[in-house]
């Protein structure tokens, strides 16, 4: 290994959790559906994996990679027609599965669908729930059997109304991560102060899922008072987890949230956070909101509390991030046992993710398969090196 690789080699746990994505065999929440209206397209991106995002006129949803076969242009950037999309440059049609269907030009014209030649592009499982499109860019043999995990509050016959909020961060998954379940930056937030006093209970690993609790006291959250809760009483517990890839809180069955993180790059993340809000009660005079204000009510808590709140998060992240660009070396002083345990679990899956997706590849390429697709996210060089790695260790008889 030269130097200059060695010098690129992660050296701590935390350098090389900063250099993965995750895992891609589960559902990722990438767009807001209302954003994605009947006849237009989009792009999201899920670790460096372009997939453009489509509404055909039924009202469906398709996710296929966001390239036209022929010159790679961005397919999210064509006309919509029907169930299917047409790359702008040459008029290529494209259906939902990733099949070119039609050729505009001399090559195609006149040609019914299987008269073409046989051109097509990755597609990913894709649904839509809780306000948002869901894409799955794992292996789409598991979509069926992994589920997007289920809020039972939203999922009742009175579902709690809920506003989903947008965050595009500027740094790496892991670090939202670790920044909303290390209550120890309460002086961050002094002026909301939406935690004050923490003190961690205690953490443990379920399976893929990590539970932290912790004590804290609520009582001069800005929003606490606002709500009418007395002095933040009975709200002193907060449990929150990590159910890989998904983040969570509860305090007293009352007050949660879900965080679905969808990672772009080394720098860049998609967050959604859902807030689900309890009864809620209208300041001063302490009577609950009416159902038919709930909504005015949650839009103004988003406006005027967490969006800011959250706010004040990303901008810490993108500095920390840009504090880990100027100092990869250095260690850090790290505190809170759960920023350690969330790493090892993100190491874990992602590297389990590779293996599996290096292992499909393979089989894919000894079945003679004509189109070698891998999850999204991983790139041949990765899997090669991995598959590189798997053959020397079964040589060495490791
Ligand atoms: S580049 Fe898309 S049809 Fe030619
Ligand atoms: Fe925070």
């Not at 959250?221 to 159910?243: D, F, H, I, P, R």
Request: hydrophobic share 35%; with cysteine; net charge negative.
């Amino acid at each position: 290994m030269s130097t200059e690789e060695e010098k690129k080699q992660p050296k701590s746990r935390r350098e090389l959790v900063r250099t993965m994505g995750q895992s891609g065999n589960y559902w990722y929440a990438m767009e807001e559906s209302k954003n994605l209206k009947k006849g237009n397209s989009l792009e999201v991106i899920f670790w460096k994996s372009p997939i453009a995002l489509y509404r055909g006129d039924s009202g469906e949803v398709y996710a296929i990679e966001n390239r036209c076969p022929h010159r790679q242009l961005r397919l999210s950037s064509g006309i919509v027609e029907g169930e299917e999309i047409i790359c702008q440059y040459h008029g290529w049609n494209f259906d939902g599965c990733g099949k070119c269907t039609g050729i505009s030009h001399e090559l195609g014209k006149g040609k019914g669908k299987n008269e073409l030649p046989n051109i097509k592009v990755n597609s990913y499982p894709v649904q839509e729930k809780y306000g948002l499109i869901w894409v799955f860019p794992g292996d789409p043999a598991l979509s069926e059997e992994v589920k997007i995990p289920a809020i039972p509050q939203l999922d009742q016959e009175n579902p709690w109304e809920f506003i989903p909020i947008d965050v595009k961060l500027e740094a790496h998954y892991s670090m939202m991560l670790e920044n909303v379940c290390d209550f120890n930056h309460a002086f961050l937030h002094r002026k909301f102060k939406p935690f004050t006093n923490p003190h961690l209970l205690g953490t443990r690993r379920e399976g893929d899922t990590i539970w932290i609790d912790y004590e804290t006291d609520m009582s001069q959250s800005s929003a606490v008072k606002a709500a009418g809760e007395k002095k933040g009483a009975g709200l002193e517990n907060m449990t929150l987890w990590y159910q890989y890839p998904y983040q969570g809180s509860n305090t007293a069955d009352k007050y949660l949230h879900w965080l679905f993180m969808t990672p772009i790059d080394e720098n860049h993340t998609r967050c959604f956070f859902v807030f689900l809000l309890g009864p809620l009660e209208i300041p001063f005079i302490n009577k609950p909101v009416p159902k038919f204000l709930r909504k005015t009510v949650i839009a103004l808590a988003n406006k005027f509390y967490i969006i800011p709140l959250l706010a004040e998060d990303t901008y810490i992240l993108a500095e920390e991030m840009l504090g880990q660009e100027r100092h990869p070396d250095i260690q850090h002083l790290e505190f809170n046992p759960v920023v350690g345990e969330f790493q090892k679990m993100s190491i874990e899956k992602w590297e389990e993710y590779v293996h599996t997706e290096a292992l499909r590849k393979k089989k894919q390429k000894e079945a003679k398969e004509r189109y070698v697709f891998t999850g999204a996210g991983l790139t041949k060089k990765e899997l090669r090196a991995y598959n590189k790695m798997l053959e020397e260790k079964e040589e060495a008889g490791l």
